[in-house]
């Protein structure tokens, strides 16, 4: 249900994990150029490239948390399932964090760059903690179910 507050960061936490296919996640600079890398694109300023592994883990890795979180809002009846794919959602954000730290390390490595993250780096961990509120306000709303079965 579009009015509970889960449905809201659950959708704040889909929307910024969408962000980093626009904006870059870091920036590598080399000697002679730089390489911005994002969840969808490279995108190099005579950066020397030699065959460059496009970034799938993350672009999967966004996809599905962005499909995750918008899909759990829409099993508002069944709370315990919501639970469930708010933890997938919780793991499908470290996984991006692994694949993004892995792109990151490999670019850097091959041409002894400098690596500066962006503000967009943070913006999945943000991400996170709204799925950790969304998580606690499931719970709670199941804890209030119960009792109020209880009463009865």
């Known amino acids: 249900m579009i009015q509970r507050i889960q449905s809201v960061y659950l959708f704040l936490a889909a929307l910024l994990p969408a962000l980093t296919f626009f904006a870059p996640v870091a920036t590598l600079s080399a000697d002679n150029g730089q390489l911005s890398i994002s ?21 999967i890795m966004a996809s599905i948390l962005i499909l995750v979180n918008l899909g759990n809002i829409f099993c508002y009846k069944n709370r315990k399932k919501q639970i469930r794919l708010a933890d997938c959602g919780i ?6 964090y692994v694949a993004c730290i892995y792109h990151i390390l490999v670019h850097a490595s091959e041409t002894n760059a400098s690596v500066s993250v962006s503000a967009m ?18 719970k709670s709303d199941e804890a209030l179910v119960r009792a ?5």
């Open 39 to 59: 969840s969808a694109y490279f995108e190099a300023a005579n950066y020397p490239l030699h065959d460059a592994i496009l970034p799938w883990g993350m672009l």
């Open 121 to 138: 780096f943070f913006a999945p961990l943000i991400g996170l903690i709204f799925i950790l509120l969304a998580r606690h306000a499931i």
């Open 148 to 152: 109020a079965d209880r009463i009865r």
């Open 91 to 96: 793991a499908a954000t470290l996984l991006f």
